[in-house]
């Protein structure tokens, strides 16, 4: 009989859970001979308890004479019925594993990490201490476009697009030759599907045809910080901020495309990438936002809070971001106080990064409150001063900050992060707002029960492909039909053009394979400290590795269980 393939990790703080599990398990696969659930001891029994014996002879190895050798009609019916079984205990656990939802106010560990070892906290300031509203978004894409239009004599035409909310999601990729945004997983293949020529998606022949299949070569991935430079031609956008540019390159794309306009797409992406530059260079998203802070940043009370709970417990703090010192201040004053500057040990402004963490030639230069630079030489960095520019090599020289004993949170993986972990050995914490979103989608009945089922459907198609002739084949294509469907249903669950930031159909995503390279810890925003004490360690899961023995056969490859297809008479009942 046919093993259940469920998310079974849901499973594991509910005894009623553990229960029916464990009776439809020996269910399954006591008449099966593959294993014996001790149904009789508590349920955190032991894995030898759990896993009685296993057969020898994989399931793509079985002898011939142990196959089904019956009437086309009885193999359909056969087949039909275990899917129907499956079918009706994975609904049956639903409720069950329903319960379990994932509070979007975790911290989650790609490596141990105990809080108790950190003595100095350091920070970003933009989408780390402070969190903008969509409006700011609307604002760089309606500058930018303007940018564009008045300055690098685009279309008049393009004013007639406006900024599209929730269109595209970060860590895309943009072929910056092809005028190309997609979604591409940890194995470098294109998600199909999820590539786009300005607002329209490019069909999957075509784009197979581009790239002569889905995979995209190292050598035209983009460099170590995301960026399209030195023969790269690909561009990752992981930027918050690059949402707008993004939106822009899109829409800039879908008007020549309607226009007949003949273009070259370097010329696009560099013209909108500087457009996008300017609204920052110039000052001109600092000005509105210092204009008007309550319409574009979100309060920070529980930024506040985090800060007011770090400094009681005596930890040291700095502040290294790209803004400059007004943007700030003015933030700062509005999101903590006008004594902000109390709480932090070292701020640096206008850092340059990703640059600040290696090139050494920049010294640090101090600036008054009223932006005037001062040119005396840095012998130490005081608290309650302005520092500018700088390096981290000089930065740990005169702090002696250095190793673990420093968090850094920032929300560009590369930018902030990436450095940092590989060469500095301090410790880091991505800030992920999307991931409050995501969670709370996985926590709606509509996702457990698609995953669930989906899930339960793979293990199936694994474990019947063995079955070669027609009328199986017909059974399993159906199947392989409706997996499909699902597959793009919890896509566009997410996001209806890419889907999850963290997810392709099932493998991670190229943003997800670089957020547990170089994040030890990750969260949806600071405030998620304040539900753990100071002297926390965070554990990070044990996923098996393929080849590993699991705890739980949820995490067997199904092609490694060994689950014989009884041979029966068309007079015999199939089980």
């Keep these: 009989m046919q093993t259940l393939f469920l998310p079974l990790s849901n499973l594991l703080r509910n005894q009623e859970g553990f229960k029916r599990l464990f009776t439809h398990l020996k269910c399954l696969h006591t008449r099966s ?13 032991s894995r030898s308890a759990l896993v009685s014996r296993r057969r020898e002879v994989p399931v793509g190895q079985l002898p011939a004479g142990n196959m089904c050798t019956s009437s086309s009609v009885d193999k359909t019916s056969w087949l039909w019925s275990v899917y ?21 106010d975790t911290i989650f560990a790609n490596n141990q990490m105990s809080l108790q070892d950190i003595e100095i906290y350091g920070f970003d300031y933009d989408y780390t201490l402070a969190f903008y509203s969509s409006h700011l978004h609307t604002l760089i894409f309606n500058i930018a476009r303007d ?24 860590g895309l990729h943009y072929d910056v030759q092809k005028a190309l945004l997609m979604k591409i997983d940890a194995f470098h ?5 999820t590539v786009y020529r300005g607002l329209n998606p490019v069909p999957e022949k075509e784009v197979i045809a581009m790239y002569e299949g889905s995979h995209v070569p190292l050598e035209i991935m983009s460099d170590f910080y995301g960026k399209s430079s030195h023969g790269h031609t690909m561009k990752q956008f992981m930027d918050i901020f690059s949402l707008p540019e993004m939106t822009l390159l899109l829409c800039v794309n879908d008007y020549f495309m309607k226009h007949n306009i003949d273009y070259e797409p370097v010329h696009l992406y560099k013209d ?3 457009a996008i530059g300017d609204v920052h260079v110039r000052g001109i998203m600092y000005r509105a936002v210092e204009a008007d802070n309550e319409k574009y ?3 920070g009370e529980q930024t506040h809070a985090v800060l007011r709970k770090l400094s009681k417990n005596g930890k040291k703090m700095f502040l290294i971001t790209n803004s400059p010192f007004d943007f700030v201040n003015r933030g700062m004053n509005y999101i903590v106080g006008k004594d902000w500057r109390d709480l932090f040990d070292v701020v640096i402004v206008q850092a ?27 012998h130490h960095l005081e608290k309650g001063q302005i520092y500018k520019q700088g390096n981290l090599y000089e930065f740990l020289r005169l702090t002696g900050w250095r190793g673990s004993k420093v968090l850094y949170f920032g929300d560009h993986i590369y930018s902030d992060l990436a450095d940092l972990t590989l060469k500095h050995g301090w410790r880091t914490g991505a800030i992920i707002p999307e991931l409050r979103k995501e969670i709370k989608i996985m926590n709606t009945e509509e996702y457990v029960h698609t995953m669930t089922w989906l899930q339960a459907l793979t293990g199936l198609l694994e474990q019947m492909q063995v079955h070669q002739d027609p009328a199986s084949q017909t059974v399993i294509q159906q199947w392989i039909n409706e997996r499909e469907e699902m597959r793009l249903r919890t896509k566009d669950i997410f996001n209806a053009q890419f889907g999850s930031l963290f997810r392709t159909y099932h493998n991670p995503t190229y943003f997800t394979r670089r957020l547990s390279r170089f994040a030890d810890i990750y969260m949806a925003s600071l405030s998620c400290l304040l539900n753990y004490d100071l002297q926390h360690t965070f554990y990070p899961r044990r996923t098996p590795l393929q080849h590993e023995s699991p705890i739980w056969p949820e995490q067997t490859s199904t092609g490694a269980m060994n689950i014989p297809f009884r041979s029966h008479s068309t007079t015999t009942r199939p089980e």
Excluded: A
């Design 272 to 274: 909108v990438k500087e």
């Design 84 to 104: 129907n079984e499956t079918k009706q205990h994975t609904q049956d656990l639903i409720p069950v594993i329903s319960k379990n939802f994932v509070n979007p």
């Design 189 to 193: 293949y294109i998600q199909l599907g």
């Design 33 to 45: 001979g593959i294993w014996t659930v001790n149904t009789t001891s508590t349920p955190w029994v």
């Design 352 to 378: 340059d990064k990703p640059g600040f963490f290696n090139d050494r030639r920049k010294p640090f230069r101090r600036v008054t409150d009223k932006g005037v630079l001062l040119w005396d030489r840095i």
């Design 147 to 170: 940018i564009l239009i008045n300055e690098h004599r685009y279309p008049e035409g393009l004013r007639e697009y406006d900024y599209i909310p929730n269109f595209v999601i970060r």
């Design 297 to 299: 940043i979100c309060y």
